[in-house]
Antibody, heavy 121, light 108 residues
Framework: QVQLVQSGAEVKKPGSSVKVSCKAS????????ISWVRQAPGQGLEWMGRIIPIFGTANYAQKFQGRVTLTADESTSTAYMELSSLRSEDTAVYYC??????????????WGQGTLVTVSS | SSELTQDPAVSVALGQTVRITCQGDSLRSFYASWYQQKPGQAPLLVIY???NRPSGIPDRFSGSSSGNTASLTITGAQAEDEADYYC???????????FGGGTKLTVL
């Protein structure tokens, strides 16, 4: 059974960067597609992007283009999300999740436990 | 960009049936998946594909689709079903994914 375990909470200054990790266990990491989703306090879910570790290719939601970088290390079965030029509006819980795609269907399962990133001066 | 629209809040009496809907142009081409989220917890997949439930999800949860609308139906709602529910699908471009704004379900 696939499990995703994320790194701990972070407090960052505006203008800085944050890098969140997501370690997978079970299954074959290189065959996954890992997506990142964030949720601001009291708000809904927002898809940020996805990466296919075996290819190292990523694509990003337009909103985050140029500010987010997704990477993956197959040797440690760990995916990373780095968000730069942080502002207060980036305060949110960041989730990693495995994206499954089949024909006209896609779904996210399982999910990491979430990492709270707080941006504050 | 594509959008998925959900009603912000829905309520249902205990034991009754409730339908939560999700509208968007991309749903004419792609199925929605549905997620349950309780306070302080990560989202949990409850329905994917045409009408598939992951292991452990009660069979009172079902999914359907017609035109540009996907629906999540809970038949015989229980107190523990009180949560936020989100739909998700691919955008028509197929390279991007999008979530609906979420529906807060209250079980009375």
């Amino acid at each position: 059974q696939v499990q995703l375990v994320q790194s701990g909470a972070e407090v960052k200054k505006p203008g800085s960067s944050v890098k969140v990790s997501c370690k997978a266990s079970g299954g074959t990491f290189s065959s996954y597609t890992i997506s990142w989703v964030r949720q601001a306090p009291g708000q809904g879910l927002e898809w940020m992007g996805r990466i296919i570790p075996i290819f190292g290719t990523a694509n990003y939601a337009q909103k985050f283009q140029g500010r987010v970088t997704l990477t993956a290390d197959e040797s440690t079965s760990t995916a990373y999300m780095e968000l730069s030029s942080l502002r207060s509006e980036d305060t949110a819980v960041y989730y990693c999740t495995r994206l499954m795609v089949y024909a006209s269907s896609n779904w996210f399962d399982p999910w990491g436990q979430g990492t709270l990133v707080t941006v504050s001066s | 960009s594509s959008e998925l629209t959900q009603d912000p809040a829905v309520s249902v009496a205990l034991g009754q049936t409730v339908r939560i809907t999700c509208q968007g142009d991309s749903l004419r081409s792609f199925y929605a998946s549905w997620y349950q989220q309780k306070p302080g917890q990560a989202p949990l997949l409850v329905i994917y594909g045409k009408n598939n439930r992951p292991s452990g999800i009660p069979d009172r949860f079902s999914g359907s689709s017609s035109g540009n609308t996907a629906s999540l139906t809970i038949t015989g709602a229980q107190a523990e079903d009180e949560a936020d529910y989100y739909c998700n699908s691919r955008e028509s471009s197929d390279n991007y994914l999008v979530f609906g704004g979420g529906t807060k379900l209250t079980v009375l």
